[in-house]
């Protein structure tokens, strides 16, 4: 998912809010006793105060036959039983009580006055409440359930005082918000987790990504900054095209006159003595470098829209750095610079030899061209990570002037060349790294420079293993 971030936060907001406002209900109904709970126990305490009141009165002032005449009839109508009960928890009525009825008068002694009347399971409830004289008894009532109850009850039905039942209200509560909460954060977050993800493909050059479709029929502001996306990226991909249409297009039409500008060099320097044309290797030079950037703009414009069917296969990256490094080393003698690999492990991904090629060859030309004379290009290959999270990390370190810190994060941009002192003659046309990190970017991998501590650049390019 997605990192969990803002769907975690939201979520732990919604859920937090839910609770507090269910535990504040249960605050203030417990605190205002406004609660249907409270509202019940109070019913059942006032009448069976005022049937013990009335039987005790009976008792004390006649007899026992007495207070059973009173409390027959109504048993009757109220179809429930009655009990009787001294401080001591004697039974006055002279009848048995139930089981279920003496364990919860035991544990009226254990129960603090204000918890009354105290509950039981089926249907019983006991009272304390003081005569007329002072003395403390205690009056139960059962519910037989003798004939059926009426269709609309009046007041809320029993609870039971089971001490497991407070507890799973509230993880019941807990629980039901918590998948309403988690369904509705989800709602809210899943598109914009869609929306993250298609910018960054987006950054990445995937310039068809679109997200209206995978949202759905939203009607809020998140659809509309879904079309808003939708709209701005069919712009950059508008423009980009155009922009590759152009160069290429441009590019091509630079060949026909450079081409006959090479012929018309060549007419030159056959009819003109040897220190005559001496004056035309200048015009040469500038036509070798035009020649070089219109080969350079053509290839950077194949990788960039070479996404879309790339052909890929295993590739041993070592193998194909030895022939890369063969090139270098023959071109860099006359410089008396020499290019190095370091001994390793075989490196297997799955990739386009040509990009490949272009975008590491491009590294290692860029470190021998700015290399102090005399010094080495080393290469090194190395895995990070295991299994199929890995990824191959191939290094080039120079032993160059560097670059400035600030001037790092420009390396990679098109026509980009730092000031190294005004040796224009090892300047190139400024596109060899911007290849090099479309390449590596078309391969799901990632380019970095930095400067080594020991001097130089030193240029990181992972992809991920096969």
């Not at 700015?370 to 370190?397: F, Q, W």
């Amino acid at each position: 998912m997605i990192k969990r971030g803002l769907f975690l936060k939201i979520y732990l907001w919604f859920w937090s809010a839910t609770i507090i406002l269910f535990m504040t209900g249960m605050i203030v109904d417990r605190a205002t006793e406004s609660g249907p709970g409270e509202h019940f126990r109070k019913r059942v305490g006032q009448e069976l105060s005022a049937y013990g009141q009335f039987a005790i009165n009976i008792l004390e002032r006649e007899n026992t036959a007495s207070m059973r005449a009173f409390l027959v009839p109504l048993e009757e109508a109220t179809d429930t039983k009655y009990f009787i009960f001294d401080h001591t928890g004697k039974e006055l009525t002279g009848r048995k009580p139930p089981d279920e009825v003496l364990n919860l008068v035991a544990r009226v002694t254990k129960t603090p006055p204000d918890r009354f009347p105290l509950f039981g399971d089926m249907g019983i409830a006991v009272q304390r409440f003081i005569s007329q004289t002072g003395k403390e008894y205690l009056i139960s009532e059962k519910k037989e359930h003798r004939r059926p109850p009426p269709p609309l009850a009046p007041h809320p039905p029993p609870f039971s005082e089971n001490p497991y039942s407070l507890p799973i209200k509230i993880m019941t509560a807990l629980v039901v918000s918590g998948i309403v909460c988690y369904i509705l954060t989800r709602y809210v977050v899943s598109p914009i987790v869609e929306l993250s993800r298609a910018a960054r493909l987006l950054a990445g050059g995937n310039l068809s990504v679109r997200v209206k479709s995978v949202i759905g029929k939203r009607k809020d502001e998140i659809s509309q900054l879904a079309e808003d996306f939708d709209m701005m990226a069919e712009r950059v991909e508008s423009l980009m095209t155009s922009q590759r249409s152009l160069l290429r297009d441009v590019s091509h039409e630079l060949r026909s006159p450079l081409t006959r500008l090479y012929v018309a060099l060549e007419l030159c320097q056959q009819r003109l003595s040897p220190e005559d044309a001496k004056s035309l290797e200048r015009i040469t030079r500038e036509a070798d470098k035009l020649s070089e950037l219109i080969g350079q703009i053509l290839n950077l414009n194949r990788v960039d829209s070479g996404v879309a069917g790339l052909e890929k296969k295993r590739e041993d990256l070592r193998l194909l750095i030895k022939g890369i490094v063969d090139d270098a080393n023959f071109e860099g003698k006359k410089m008396n610079r020499v290019v190095r690999i370091l001994p390793g492990e075989e490196c297997i991904i799955m990739g386009n030899s040509m990009l490949l090629q272009s975008a590491i060859e491009n590294v290692v030309r860029n470190a021998v061209r700015y290399t102090a004379e005399g010094s080495e290009v080393v290469i090194s290959l190395r895995r990070a990570g295991d299994g199929d999270s890995g990824s191959i990390i191939v290094s080039v370190a120079d032993h160059g002037p560097g670059v400035p810190e600030s001037e790092i994060v420009h390396l990679f941009k098109p026509f980009y060349r730092f000031d190294n002192g005004g040796t224009d003659k090892t300047c190139g046309a400024g596109l060899g790294l911007t290849i090099a990190e479309a390449a590596v970017r078309i391969h799901g991998g990632t380019i970095r420079a930095a400067n080594a501590a020991e001097g130089g650049l030193l240029v990181e390019m992972s992809f991920p293993v096969c």
